[in-house]
């Protein structure tokens, strides 16, 4: 269910565009957001609703941007590391491994606790400071498996 | 014109043409998978590639326009390699699971890999794989993804044409999947034009599936027998058995779109109801079987006994030309009667006064035609459901050239998102609304209506007072004046609701005279729900006209008339071929009780129907797939049938019985054969002397206009609108819709699945409908408290029923809307003789 | 050389709208709308500024397509897409100097006759969004942007519209797709975004480095920017430099700088000392360089010349413990990856390149693969939708061209020749 937050949001997006239809993708966003970094079937029928299009669209939307987690179960932190160039040249498979045993989970599984989510995903545009990961919003550069450590006990 | 060399050869073509339509113009083919002449342009597939002179790369001629001087290649070697690459790359994720494909044998990504390469692929990894079994979209359609081509035709054509856009390219990359939301089923058109556009054995027909292989079926080309859009379609059968009804692209006002009814209707063909024996009714009410001779011989006995006009004969819209024209012949010219009618759903009255207001003797008009204008007035029909491929070409028209459209109709429907304006009238004053307008018109340009129709009439109307009669708010009515006035071309798609209430032919009238008067370049089009209905009644099908509509001196007695004969005991016999009276009939009692009074009815039909069941004589027919002949659809566009299986056990067409009773009444009797027949048609009318009865697209098939024939001041209860002012019949009496809290007006027509008696043998589409319904307005369902699937009582005065509700969004409040088909609640039976659209309620139970 | 992009980006608070105007920020604006919009074209046209999102076209040219019908609603888009592998340069700029490209994008509105302007920003930087979001509600209270702009009866509205995953979105027209609520898959072309772009009107779409140049070219004129490094492409340059040197990182410098320079003396040179042994010049999509190569000068005809391309600037440098199978197999699948699907040579062919280079770079390739890659790679090229596909053939034939000998050698022995 959409909360009544979100459809203030998504009513404030509507002003944004020409059309309802462009602000499909930041009320999917915000939908997501609302649900931890999970979208539902019923998310996307509801976003659909309101704005005025088919369910068959956001469906499209959601399956087509790799942030879109539809039907998945992602936990409370989704850590993200790049495994692209820059970044697997600075040892970032390294950190993945390191990550793997860490929280006892293969890339693209979730801690048994929902905790952690981890995925390996392509170049975030943080070549220059990499290895790099995004913990939900946040960046987090020049890793290495000391400041993983750190970062990982910082979370609330 | 754009001159261009393609393989060496000069070619002169329109400007804007694409290479590829240009190639085919000078002989040369491309192949495609994406491209769709009707769908929008995707150039993705690239198989179309060409190499232009000059050019660093090869082009897509898919969406590559002819410039003049181009220098095409389509066999180069270049292009022949990268032709052969794409095709390797289309098999290296293709699940190639031929043998069992219901495609394999017709399959484009099979013939074109046949044709051009690779002889072999080198592709040995892993394929991508969405899934491992078939899965289940519809009732009629099942998905295997591994085959995909990803041409995304099924999303455009679902989108674009039918207007639902239920499917979706989910994912991205290898890993799209062209499907609907969540791969959920799909509760949509049901038309499967994603199965026929499919190039592969993506999309499939559930029904069909591992039936058969192409290549053991055995078709013919003929004519969808639901509406009269006309749709040319091949009918297949296996083993004596109807199994498949494909549409083609190029072929047919339709090319490759069908609809539910069209696509998956056929298999009432194959119904094990069907009437296979002449039937004989014994005293104590059951049947007995006879032979033909017997059959005929009594009906021979009895037409003798009649004097002429005391018999009738019914014939429903769905026969063919031949034999509309031959039972005409045989009612007129041996049995001297006059007494012949084709619908039992309206008066002859009614037709008269329909055809001439919409032109109908004055010839065809193509539908494209039609909709190349500025505006389109759709009025008096649920276009969506009734004639759906209709909604199809239109939609596409509307969305490509934003040619402006209004619909005007009490019930919401799909088209209504491609219009401009939609006007929410009270039911049965379309012409109220019209006259509304026609008010404006003059108001704003009264010193261009000398010398129109009514015009004493006209200067009277009051728009205000019209506008609350039809309940359409005057800004609209003077919105929809003002786009009128601004169009030059203009066309008006006038429906059935028009013969169901006559008396708003005189609003179309005035509108029509009016625009024309304007000076404005006016098309009208009918919209019509039977097959062969305009077929009917350019054969002579009407108590009124023979023929090529000349009016006759002494007109008979129509459906109506003959009904109300029977009941008053002067009327003895009655010959009904396929047609329903007692279950079609605006009364349903007084129409079985009026049958049941008759000395002799017999009836032809391919079921038991009421009708049949109330007759001394039951006589087995023959359907559409079963006869040759032609049909001619609503824009006058005479076509061809053939007929691919003989109908089954002892039954016959109509034309072979018709023929037989004129033998044993008359020996010289005849033609009998289709073609015969039809030469005599062409003899006998003008409108089909010249006209070319076959599969052809073009206009060249259109009938031809017969303007003096028949003049509008013949019609409609004898009077002239034009100037008979006082005493002339007001517009129907329509009561202002007070909405009492649960009390609607009762409005019919046809479902999407489900229209005349035939679709209800259909298992395919009795499947698509959960039940009888009853649909109603989205507000009306909230203030009820009632949502949809709820189990309701419908009640009116003579008559109530247990229903399904369905609520439709933008719907007009305080109508209650019943498909007219239902055996089950027999929307017939609550409405009384006489009396017009009865109240009903509505409550949840 | 002056900095003119990077500037403010170190200063403290360096995106708030007072650091900017304290660092002489808006004064171009306020020339800007003093001038006629065609003289500014004019201006940028004679500055020689050329694109640098990628492809280097002239950006004066472009605005210059854009009809003059001034009853005609026009848009302009900033390409904040960001999303090469290498490429890391816009952020900086967004992140710490936003005013500088929105000062950039009212000039550029202005010039084109646009009213309303959209930023499509990747949607991974949030960060980035927010800093813009923020730097626009500045610019809005300071009356540099909504109504009447200065009082000059100049209209513009500016927002920003996240993407959500997609490097195709990077494309121009698979960007207007996505901005326009649908999956983002490149457009056919013509018609051109400046004639049919965003809800059909006329577009501009210009990077954001690209529209960071404006305010310096208003405030210091063509011929000062015109004079920055070679005739042909001139103007400043962020070059972003990562992988094995010692200070991976952001250099603006002008261009033509030669490749050599900028790896080994602005970057510190090689990680650890070790030995050189090829750079990818602009961002993955661009064919390697090797030793041999490296004086070229780092700008897009120079780079042409030599087969390659500038492409964002974006450099990543590898030394001689670098499994170059490796390094296709990573980059392809990148492709592969992000391949929107709409055109088959670059879905099918990108996928099947990335399962026969990952078979190799396992030790399971097979006699003749190194040729496959060869034929997968000619049915690729020149036959697809957009550059994409394009750009994963040139990356890997880029390889190939140099180390050709160790994707034969992991087939043969089934195992890396350098690690
Ligand atoms: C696959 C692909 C990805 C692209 N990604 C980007 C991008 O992330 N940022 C960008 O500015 N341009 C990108 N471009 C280039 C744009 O299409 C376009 O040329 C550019 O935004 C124009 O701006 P400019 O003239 O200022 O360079 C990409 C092009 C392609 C084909
Ligand atoms: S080359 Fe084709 S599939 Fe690849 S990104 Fe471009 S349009 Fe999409
Ligand atoms: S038919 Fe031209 S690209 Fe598909």
């Given at each position: 269910?959409?909360?009544?937050?979100?459809?203030?949001?998504?009513?404030?997006?509507?002003?944004?565009?020409?059309?309802?239809?462009?602000?499909?993708?930041?009320?999917?966003?915000?939908?997501?957001?609302?649900?931890?970094?999970?979208?539902?079937?019923?998310?996307?029928?509801?976003?659909?609703?309101?704005?005025?299009?088919?369910?068959?669209?956001?469906?499209?939307?959601?399956?087509?941007?790799?942030?879109?987690?539809?039907?998945?179960?992602?936990?409370?932190?989704?850590i993200q590391v790049c495994a692209n160039l820059s970044c697997s040249l600075r040892q970032a498979e390294f950190i993945i491994e390191y990550l793997e045993k860490k929280l006892d989970i293969k890339s693209g599984e979730t801690t048994k606790n929902k905790r952690y989510t981890l995925t390996r995903v392509e170049c975030l545009g943080s070549c220059g400071t990499a290895p790099m990961m995004q913990i939900n919003d946040d960046y987090f550069e020049d890793l290495t498996v000391s400041k993983v450590d750190e970062i990982l006990s910082n979370l609330d | 014109m754009i001159t261009l060399t393609i393989n060496d050869k000069e070619v002169s073509v329109e400007d804007g043409t694409l290479i590829l339509e240009a190639a085919k113009q000078a002989g040369f083919h491309i192949p495609t998978f994406c491209y769709q002449p009707i769908l929008s342009r995707l150039a993705s597939c690239r198989i179309c590639l060409v190499e232009i002179e000059g050019q660093r790369k090869l082009q897509p001629s898919c969406v590559t326009p002819v410039m003049p001087g181009m220098k095409v290649q389509t066999e180069s070697q270049d292009v022949k390699e990268a032709r052969i690459g794409v095709l390797e790359f289309f098999l290296s994720n293709h699940a190639l699971d031929c043998p069992v494909c219901d495609k394999g044998g017709e399959c484009e990504l099979q013939n074109m890999v046949y044709k051009y390469g690779p002889k072999k692929g080198e592709f040995t990894e892993k394929k991508e794989r969405f899934h491992e079994k078939d899965y289940i979209l519809s009732p009629v359609i099942v998905k295997n993804s591994n085959r995909c081509v990803q041409c995304l035709r099924c999303v455009r054509v679902c989108d674009e044409a039918v207007g639902r856009t239920m499917l979706g390219p989910m994912g991205r990359g290898a890993h799209q999947e062209e499907t609907s939301f969540l791969k959920s089923y799909m509760d949509c058109d049901q038309c499967g034009n994603c199965i026929e556009v499919c190039p592969v054995g993506c999309f499939m027909r559930l029904p069909y599936r591992y039936r058969a292989r192409p290549w053991d079926l055995k078709s013919a080309s003929t004519i969808c027998p639901y509406c009269a859009t006309g749709c040319r379609m091949d009918i297949q059968e296996r083993g004596g058995e109807y199994i498949r009804a494909i549409s083609k692209f190029g072929k047919g006002v339709n090319s490759e779109l069908m609809c539910a009814r069209g696509r998956f209707g056929f298999d009432f063909l194959n119904n094990e109801d069907r009437l296979t024996k002449p039937l004989r009714k014994k005293d104590d009410g059951t049947f007995e079987e006879i032979t033909w001779a017997e059959a005929l011989e009594t009906i021979k006995t009895n037409f003798k006994l009649s004097s002429p006009e005391r018999i009738g004969a019914i014939i429903s819209a769905r026969n063919t030309n031949e034999e509309f024209y031959l039972l005409q012949k045989l009612m007129r010219t041996v049995l001297k009667s006059n007494n012949i009618d084709s619908s039992p759903r309206w008066s002859s009255d009614a037709v008269s006064a329909y055809v001439t207001a919409c032109g109908i003797n004055e010839g065809g008009t193509s539908i494209a035609d039609s909709i190349d204008v500025d505006t389109v007035l759709i009025t008096g029909s649920h276009i969506s459901d009734e004639n759906p491929v209709t909604d199809y070409?239109?939609?596409?028209?509307?969305?490509?050239?934003?040619?402006?459209?209004?619909?005007?109709?009490?019930?919401?429907?799909?088209?209504?998102?491609?219009?401009?304006?939609?006007?929410?009238?009270?039911?049965?004053?379309?012409?109220?609304?019209?006259?509304?307008?026609?008010?404006?018109?003059?108001?704003?340009?009264?010193?261009?209506?000398?010398?129109?129709?009514?015009?004493?009439?006209?200067?009277?109307?009051?728009?205000?007072?019209?506008?609350?009669?039809?309940?359409?708010?005057?800004?609209?009515?003077?919105?929809?004046?003002?786009?009128?006035?601004?169009?030059?071309?203009?066309?008006?798609?006038?429906?059935?609701?028009?013969?169901?209430?006559?008396?708003?032919?005189?609003?179309?009238?005035?509108?029509?005279?009016?625009?024309?008067?304007?000076?404005?370049?006016?098309?009208?089009?009918?919209?019509?729900?039977?097959?062969?209905?305009?077929?009917?009644?350019?054969?002579?099908?009407?108590?009124?006209?023979?023929?090529?509509?000349?009016?006759?001196?002494?007109?008979?007695?129509?459906?109506?008339?003959?009904?109300?004969?029977?009941?008053?005991?002067?009327?003895?016999?009655?010959?009904?071929?396929?047609?329903?009276?007692?279950?079609?009939?605006?009364?349903?009692?007084?129409?079985?009780?009026?049958?049941?009074?008759?000395?002799?009815?017999?009836?032809?039909?391919?079921?038991?129907?009421?009708?049949?069941?109330?007759?001394?004589?039951?006589?087995?027919?023959?359907?559409?797939?079963?006869?040759?002949?032609?049909?001619?659809?609503?824009?006058?566009?005479?076509?061809?049938?053939?007929?691919?299986?003989?109908?089954?056990?002892?039954?016959?067409?109509?034309?072979?019985?018709?023929?037989?009773?004129?033998?044993?009444?008359?020996?010289?009797?005849?033609?009998?054969?289709?073609?015969?027949?039809?030469?005599?048609?062409?003899?006998?009318?003008?409108?089909?002397?010249?006209?070319?009865?076959?599969?052809?697209?073009?206009?060249?098939?259109?009938?031809?206009?017969?303007?003096?024939?028949?003049?509008?001041?013949?019609?409609?209860?004898?009077?002239?609108?034009?100037?008979?002012?006082?005493?002339?019949?007001?517009?129907?009496?329509?009561?202002?819709?007070?909405?009492?809290?649960?009390?609607?007006?009762?409005?019919?027509?046809?479902?999407?699945?489900?229209?005349?008696?035939?679709?209800?043998?259909?298992?395919?589409?009795?499947?698509?409908?959960?039940?009888?319904?009853?649909?109603?307005?989205?507000?009306?369902?909230?203030?009820?408290?009632?949502?949809?699937?709820?189990?309701?009582?419908?009640?009116?005065?003579?008559?109530?029923?247990?229903?399904?509700?369905?609520?439709?969004?933008?719907?007009?409040?305080?109508?209650?809307?019943?498909?007219?088909?239902?055996?089950?609640?027999?929307?017939?039976?609550?409405?009384?003789?006489?009396?017009?659209?009865?109240?009903?309620?509505?409550?949840?139970? | 050389m002056e900095k003119i992009l990077l500037k403010n980006i170190h200063k403290e608070d360096s995106f708030k709208i007072e650091t900017y105007l304290a660092g002489g920020g808006y004064v171009a604006l306020k020339k800007a709308l003093k001038e006629r919009p065609d003289d500014i074209i004019q201006l940028v046209q004679d500055s020689n500024l050329r694109g640098r999102g990628g492809a280097g076209f002239p950006a004066g040219l472009k605005w210059s397509f854009i009809p003059k019908d001034p009853t005609m609603q026009k848009y302009l888009a900033c390409n904040a897409d960001e999303g090469e592998p290498g490429t890391f340069k816009d952020r900086a700029i967004i992140d710490n100097d936003p005013h500088l490209l929105i000062e950039g994008m009212i000039i550029t509105s202005f010039a084109i006759g646009a009213s309303s302007s959209y930023i499509y920003i990747r949607g991974e930087f949030e960060f980035g969004a927010s800093r813009l979001e923020e730097a626009i509600a500045e610019a809005y209270e300071k009356g540099y942007l909504g109504d009447n702009i200065l009082g000059t009866?100049?209209?513009?509205?500016?927002?920003?519209?996240?993407?959500?995953?997609?490097?195709?979105?990077?494309?121009?027209?698979?960007?207007?797709?996505?901005?326009?609520?649908?999956?983002?898959?490149?457009?056919?072309?013509?018609?051109?975004?400046?004639?049919?772009?965003?809800?059909?009107?006329?577009?501009?779409?210009?990077?954001?480095?690209?529209?960071?140049?404006?305010?310096?070219?208003?405030?210091?004129?063509?011929?000062?920017?015109?004079?920055?490094?070679?005739?042909?492409?001139?103007?400043?340059?962020?070059?972003?430099?990562?992988?094995?040197?010692?200070?991976?990182?952001?250099?603006?410098?002008?261009?033509?700088?030669?490749?050599?320079?900028?790896?080994?003396?602005?970057?510190?040179?090689?990680?650890?000392?070790?030995?050189?042994?090829?750079?990818?010049?602009?961002?993955?999509?661009?064919?390697?360089?090797?030793?041999?190569?490296?004086?070229?000068?780092?700008?897009?005809?120079?780079?042409?010349?030599?087969?390659?391309?500038?492409?964002?600037?974006?450099?990543?440098?590898?030394?001689?413990?670098?499994?170059?199978?490796?390094?296709?197999?990573?980059?392809?699948?990148?492709?592969?990856?992000?391949?929107?699907?709409?055109?088959?040579?670059?879905?099918?062919?990108?996928?099947?390149?990335?399962?026969?280079?990952?078979?190799?770079?396992?030790?399971?390739?097979?006699a003749g693969d190194v040729e496959l890659l060869d034929r997968i790679c000619g049915n690729i090229f020149g036959r697809t939708f957009c550059p994409l596909g394009d750009g994963a053939v040139m990356a890997l034939r880029g390889c190939m061209k140099h180390f050709r000998d160790e994707f034969v050698y992991h087939v043969e022995h089934k195992r890396c020749k350098v690690c």
């Amino acid at each position: 269910m959409l909360t009544e937050e979100t459809k203030t949001h998504i009513e404030g997006l509507l002003n944004k565009y020409k059309t309802r239809r462009s602000a499909v993708m930041p009320a999917l966003m915000h939908a997501q957001k609302q649900n931890a970094g999970n979208l539902t079937e019923e998310d996307m029928r509801e976003v659909a609703d309101y704005i005025g299009l088919n369910p068959v669209v956001t469906n499209e939307i959601v399956g087509f941007y790799t942030m879109y987690n539809p039907l998945k179960d992602i936990g409370t932190y989704h850590i993200q590391v790049c495994a692209n160039l820059s970044c697997s040249l600075r040892q970032a498979e390294f950190i993945i491994e390191y990550l793997e045993k860490k929280l006892d989970i293969k890339s693209g599984e979730t801690t048994k606790n929902k905790r952690y989510t981890l995925t390996r995903v392509e170049c975030l545009g943080s070549c220059g400071t990499a290895p790099m990961m995004q913990i939900n919003d946040d960046y987090f550069e020049d890793l290495t498996v000391s400041k993983v450590d750190e970062i990982l006990s910082n979370l609330d | 014109m754009i001159t261009l060399t393609i393989n060496d050869k000069e070619v002169s073509v329109e400007d804007g043409t694409l290479i590829l339509e240009a190639a085919k113009q000078a002989g040369f083919h491309i192949p495609t998978f994406c491209y769709q002449p009707i769908l929008s342009r995707l150039a993705s597939c690239r198989i179309c590639l060409v190499e232009i002179e000059g050019q660093r790369k090869l082009q897509p001629s898919c969406v590559t326009p002819v410039m003049p001087g181009m220098k095409v290649q389509t066999e180069s070697q270049d292009v022949k390699e990268a032709r052969i690459g794409v095709l390797e790359f289309f098999l290296s994720n293709h699940a190639l699971d031929c043998p069992v494909c219901d495609k394999g044998g017709e399959c484009e990504l099979q013939n074109m890999v046949y044709k051009y390469g690779p002889k072999k692929g080198e592709f040995t990894e892993k394929k991508e794989r969405f899934h491992e079994k078939d899965y289940i979209l519809s009732p009629v359609i099942v998905k295997n993804s591994n085959r995909c081509v990803q041409c995304l035709r099924c999303v455009r054509v679902c989108d674009e044409a039918v207007g639902r856009t239920m499917l979706g390219p989910m994912g991205r990359g290898a890993h799209q999947e062209e499907t609907s939301f969540l791969k959920s089923y799909m509760d949509c058109d049901q038309c499967g034009n994603c199965i026929e556009v499919c190039p592969v054995g993506c999309f499939m027909r559930l029904p069909y599936r591992y039936r058969a292989r192409p290549w053991d079926l055995k078709s013919a080309s003929t004519i969808c027998p639901y509406c009269a859009t006309g749709c040319r379609m091949d009918i297949q059968e296996r083993g004596g058995e109807y199994i498949r009804a494909i549409s083609k692209f190029g072929k047919g006002v339709n090319s490759e779109l069908m609809c539910a009814r069209g696509r998956f209707g056929f298999d009432f063909l194959n119904n094990e109801d069907r009437l296979t024996k002449p039937l004989r009714k014994k005293d104590d009410g059951t049947f007995e079987e006879i032979t033909w001779a017997e059959a005929l011989e009594t009906i021979k006995t009895n037409f003798k006994l009649s004097s002429p006009e005391r018999i009738g004969a019914i014939i429903s819209a769905r026969n063919t030309n031949e034999e509309f024209y031959l039972l005409q012949k045989l009612m007129r010219t041996v049995l001297k009667s006059n007494n012949i009618d084709s619908s039992p759903r309206w008066s002859s009255d009614a037709v008269s006064a329909y055809v001439t207001a919409c032109g109908i003797n004055e010839g065809g008009t193509s539908i494209a035609d039609s909709i190349d204008v500025d505006t389109v007035l759709i009025t008096g029909s649920h276009i969506s459901d009734e004639n759906p491929v209709t909604d199809y070409l239109l939609r596409r028209a509307f969305d490509t050239r934003r040619i402006g459209v209004i619909i005007a109709s009490p019930r919401a429907m799909k088209l209504d998102s491609s219009a401009q304006m939609t006007l929410r009238n009270i039911p049965a004053s379309d012409g109220t609304l019209l006259k509304a307008v026609v008010a404006e018109l003059y108001t704003a340009k009264p010193e261009a209506f000398k010398g129109v129709t009514g015009l004493t009439k006209i200067k009277t109307l009051d728009s205000a007072t019209l506008s609350k009669d039809c309940g359409v708010a005057l800004d609209d009515i003077k919105a929809t004046t003002g786009k009128l006035l601004k169009s030059d071309q203009i066309s008006i798609l006038a429906g059935t609701e028009y013969l169901r209430f006559p008396e708003s032919l005189e609003g179309l009238v005035f509108l029509r005279d009016a625009l024309r008067a304007l000076k404005k370049d006016l098309k009208i089009l009918p919209l019509l729900d039977r097959c062969n209905q305009r077929g009917a009644w350019d054969m002579g099908i009407h108590p009124a006209f023979t023929p090529g509509y000349e009016a006759l001196e002494k007109e008979g007695l129509g459906c109506d008339r003959m009904v109300q004969a029977a009941d008053d005991r002067q009327l003895d016999m009655l010959y009904v071929i396929c047609e329903n009276i007692a279950g079609l009939y605006p009364d349903a009692k007084y129409a079985v009780s009026a049958l049941s009074k008759l000395k002799f009815l017999v009836v032809q039909d391919v079921f038991m129907s009421e009708t049949a069941k109330l007759a001394h004589i039951v006589l087995p027919g023959a359907a559409f797939a079963e006869k040759d002949g032609s049909f001619t659809n609503q824009e006058g566009r005479a076509q061809k049938i053939d007929s691919l299986l003989p109908p089954p056990g002892e039954a016959k067409t109509a034309l072979e019985v018709i023929a037989a009773i004129g033998r044993e009444l008359d020996y010289g009797f005849g033609p009998s054969t289709a073609d015969e027949v039809l030469a005599e048609i062409r003899e006998a009318t003008s409108m089909y002397r010249e006209v070319e009865i076959d599969t052809a697209r073009n206009d060249s098939a259109l009938v031809k206009g017969k303007p003096a024939a028949l003049r509008i001041a013949d019609f409609l209860g004898k009077k002239r609108f034009d100037d008979v002012e006082a005493e002339n019949k007001p517009s129907l009496p329509v009561p202002v819709v007070k909405v009492k809290p649960l009390s609607f007006k009762l409005v019919t027509g046809n479902h999407l699945f489900y229209s005349g008696t035939i679709a209800r043998r259909s298992h395919t589409l009795r499947n698509l409908v959960s039940g009888p319904m009853v649909e109603v307005s989205v507000a009306d369902a909230e203030r009820l408290g009632l949502s949809d699937g709820d189990t309701v009582r419908v009640k009116g005065k003579y008559h109530e029923a247990i229903l399904t509700l369905k609520s439709k969004k933008g719907s007009r409040d305080g109508i209650a809307f019943i498909p007219e088909n239902f055996t089950e609640v027999g929307l017939n039976r609550f409405l009384k003789r006489g009396e017009g659209i009865q109240e009903v309620t509505i409550r949840k139970i | 050389m002056e900095k003119i992009l990077l500037k403010n980006i170190h200063k403290e608070d360096s995106f708030k709208i007072e650091t900017y105007l304290a660092g002489g920020g808006y004064v171009a604006l306020k020339k800007a709308l003093k001038e006629r919009p065609d003289d500014i074209i004019q201006l940028v046209q004679d500055s020689n500024l050329r694109g640098r999102g990628g492809a280097g076209f002239p950006a004066g040219l472009k605005w210059s397509f854009i009809p003059k019908d001034p009853t005609m609603q026009k848009y302009l888009a900033c390409n904040a897409d960001e999303g090469e592998p290498g490429t890391f340069k816009d952020r900086a700029i967004i992140d710490n100097d936003p005013h500088l490209l929105i000062e950039g994008m009212i000039i550029t509105s202005f010039a084109i006759g646009a009213s309303s302007s959209y930023i499509y920003i990747r949607g991974e930087f949030e960060f980035g969004a927010s800093r813009l979001e923020e730097a626009i509600a500045e610019a809005y209270e300071k009356g540099y942007l909504g109504d009447n702009i200065l009082g000059t009866g100049f209209n513009l509205d500016m927002a920003v519209h996240r993407g959500a995953g997609a490097y195709i979105c990077g494309e121009e027209t698979a960007l207007l797709d996505s901005l326009e609520g649908r999956r983002g898959q490149p457009r056919i072309k013509p018609p051109f975004p400046a004639i049919a772009g965003l809800y059909g009107k006329p577009t501009v779409i210009n990077n954001v480095e690209t529209l960071s140049c404006i305010p310096a070219i208003v405030e210091k004129g063509a011929k000062w920017f015109a004079a920055i490094g070679p005739e042909k492409s001139p103007g400043p340059k962020i070059f972003g430099v990562s992988g094995h040197v010692e200070r991976p990182g952001l250099y603006e410098l002008p261009m033509g700088t030669s490749a050599r320079e900028i790896i080994f003396e602005h970057s510190g040179g090689m990680l650890g000392g070790k030995k050189f042994k090829a750079l990818i010049p602009g961002g993955v999509t661009a064919p390697m360089l090797v030793e041999e190569e490296l004086d070229t000068g780092m700008d897009f005809d120079s780079l042409a010349a030599l087969g390659s391309m500038l492409g964002s600037g974006g450099m990543i440098v590898m030394d001689e413990t670098t499994c170059m199978v490796r390094v296709s197999w990573i980059i392809n699948k990148f492709f592969s990856h992000e391949s929107c699907g709409k055109c088959t040579p670059c879905r099918e062919g990108t996928t099947w390149l990335t399962k026969v280079l990952y078979r190799i770079e396992h030790g399971e390739g097979n006699a003749g693969d190194v040729e496959l890659l060869d034929r997968i790679c000619g049915n690729i090229f020149g036959r697809t939708f957009c550059p994409l596909g394009d750009g994963a053939v040139m990356a890997l034939r880029g390889c190939m061209k140099h180390f050709r000998d160790e994707f034969v050698y992991h087939v043969e022995h089934k195992r890396c020749k350098v690690c």
